[in-house]
């Protein structure tokens, strides 16, 4: 059973690989929209990405609070394929989505009490795919993915699952499967994080892993202070 999972673990690397192969053999380089929620998490799968497809990102990332924290987050974007094009020579093009001031009461509040990765984590991925997924559809984009399969947090089965699942509403856009943890995908992406000196958060984005990540700085904090008194 073990070995079963594991294999079913790594099904989307293996499609994302067999695609590019596929891809490369054609000799094109098709349009992909990629959904992206900030500069570290981009930076690796860009780079894998960059020489196979004309890659357009998508910001739209209204779950982040508060909304100086989405600015800032949506500013290290704009830094990173600042610093990206100067080294790889790749330009990419992005397109933010406006804020909505509504989004954390009227999407995430009903699931207030769900722990971070479960019910309200998964219909905000699905809200924001969806979005980034018609706009791909609408502005005749051959292929349609997300970044978010790098985080260590975020589930790519699952992550997969609703990306097949918006396919069927949009048919004029592949969906393209992948796993951007796999393949020393979260090295390279830790790498470049560390040397376009990438401001890097501490929490994936609403009220809620807002609140979760403010506990994990007090208790750092307590942490530290603990420590200092104690070498004195």
């Keep these: 059973m073990q070995c079963l999972f594991m294999v079913?673990?790594?099904?989307?690397?293996?499609?994302?690989?067999?695609?590019?192969?596929?891809?490369?053999?054609?000799?094109?380089?098709?349009?992909?929209l990629l959904h992206v929620c900030c500069g570290p998490c981009t930076s690796g799968p860009l780079l894998a990405l960059a020489e196979i497809f004309e890659v357009t990102l998508t910001y739209n990332n209204s779950n982040i609070f508060p909304k100086s924290e989405w600015q800032r987050r949506l500013w290290t974007l704009e830094e990173m394929l600042k610093k990206f094009e100067r080294k790889y020579g790749h330009k990419i093009n992005l397109v933010a989505f406006a804020y909505d001031e509504t989004y954390q009461k009227e999407v995430l509040s009903?699931?207030?009490?769900?722990?971070?990765?479960?019910?309200?984590?998964h219909?905000?991925?699905?809200?924001?795919?969806?979005?980034?997924?018609?706009?791909?559809?609408?502005?005749?984009?051959?292929?349609f993915t997300t970044v978010m399969s790098i985080s260590r947090q975020k589930d790519a089965i699952k992550?997969?699952?609703?990306?097949?699942?918006?396919a069927s509403l949009f048919p004029k856009t592949k969906y393209f499967?992948?796993?951007?943890?796999?393949?020393?995908?979260?090295?390279?992406?830790?790498?470049?994080?560390?040397?376009?000196?990438?401001?890097?958060?501490?929490?994936?984005?609403?009220i809620y892993t807002y609140k979760d990540g403010q506990k994990r700085n007090e208790a750092a904090l307590a942490k530290q202070k603990a420590e200092e008194l104690k070498n004195r």
């Design 8 to 32: 079913d673990k790594r099904k989307y690397f293996k499609l994302q690989q067999e695609e590019i192969a596929k891809i490369k053999q054609s000799g094109k380089k098709p349009s992909l």
């Design 159 to 166: 992550l997969n699952e609703i990306g097949e699942k918006l």
């Design 177 to 206: 499967y992948s796993d951007f943890k796999k393949g020393n995908g979260q090295i390279v992406k830790d790498q470049l994080t560390k040397e376009f000196e990438l401001y890097n958060q501490n929490y994936c984005g609403c």
């Design 123 to 143: 219909i905000c991925f699905e809200n924001r795919m969806k979005e980034a997924f018609a706009f791909a559809q609408e502005n005749g984009f051959e292929y």
């Design 110 to 121: 009903p699931y207030a009490d769900e722990k971070e990765g479960g019910k309200r984590c």
